[in-house]
């Protein structure tokens, strides 16, 4: 039972543009939601969170929506660059702290 | 300096083998985790210790035994090797459970 799903497996943009990845879950009791970036031969790195208790959260030029209605949160970058390609995961966590990871969307932004 | 530090990056062994991976981070994090990331690119959760306690055991063989000696450290045991435990393995830490993790680089373990 896959709780965290990411539908998109990969995304190309072009540089400049806005990048829109997207994660849907199932499980209610998730309230904490968190989206990571991963390089090639590296772990995955933190780039930004939000609580269920908020529905927008914004650092920089990255961007999470979540709408718990539709138990949905998205990741918006503007402008997208080069750099930003990666695989991009959404984890989300509740019971227990133990965070659920999607299966990544593999982002390309073309210059 | 490196926050999340696994051993070895890479390690092909045999099957039936026992072999271990070491972890340390130099946060000062009390939780630390294992997750496997398969084929798929799925990253499981396996393990997480609170201040070496374990807190989270998920579904995994108990051929696979977590040891951690202060909670610096986190390290993963696997005995008799199978075909299937070809992944690569990674560390992660956190200040609490749920709270944004630093993963290490990961071990790519390859069974023959």
């Known amino acids: 039972d896959q709780q965290v799903k990411q539908n998109s497996p990969s995304l190309s943009v072009q540089e400049g543009r806005i990048s829109i990845l997207n994660c849907d879950y199932t499980n209610s009791m998730f309230d904490y939601f968190l989206w990571y970036k991963k390089y090639p031969a590296e772990g995955p790195t933190f780039l930004i969170s939000?609580?269920?208790?908020?529905d927008k959260n914004e650092d920089g030029r990255f961007t999470v929506f979540l709408n718990k209605s539709a138990k949905h949160l998205s990741l918006h970058i503007v402008p997208s660059q080069p750099g930003d390609s990666a695989v991009y995961f959404c984890?989300?966590?509740?019971?227990?702290?133990?965070?659920?990871f999607g299966d990544g969307t593999t982002l390309t932004v073309k210059p | 300096d490196t926050a999340v530090s696994q051993t070895p990056k890479y390690l092909v062994t045999q099957m039936g083998n026992d072999k271990s991976i070491k972890c340390e981070q130099n946060?000062?994090?009390?939780?630390m985790y294992w997750y496997k990331q398969d084929s798929k690119k799925f990253l499981k959760i396996m393990f997480s210790?609170?201040?070496?306690?374990?807190?989270i055991n998920e579904t995994v063989p108990n051929r696979f035994s977590p040891k951690s000696p202060d909670k610096a450290h986190l390290n993963l045991h696997i005995n008799s090797l199978e075909l299937g435990d070809s992944a690569v393995y990674f560390c992660?830490?956190?200040?609490?459970?749920?709270?944004?993790?630093?993963f290490g680089d990961g071990t790519r373990l390859s069974i023959l």
């Open positions: 939000i609580s269920s208790i908020k």
């Open positions: 992660a830490s956190s200040q609490v459970i749920g709270q944004p993790q630093h």
């Open positions: 946060l000062g994090h009390d939780t």
């Open positions: 984890a989300a966590s509740g019971e227990a702290g133990k965070s659920t």
């Open positions: 210790y609170n201040n070496k306690e374990l807190i």
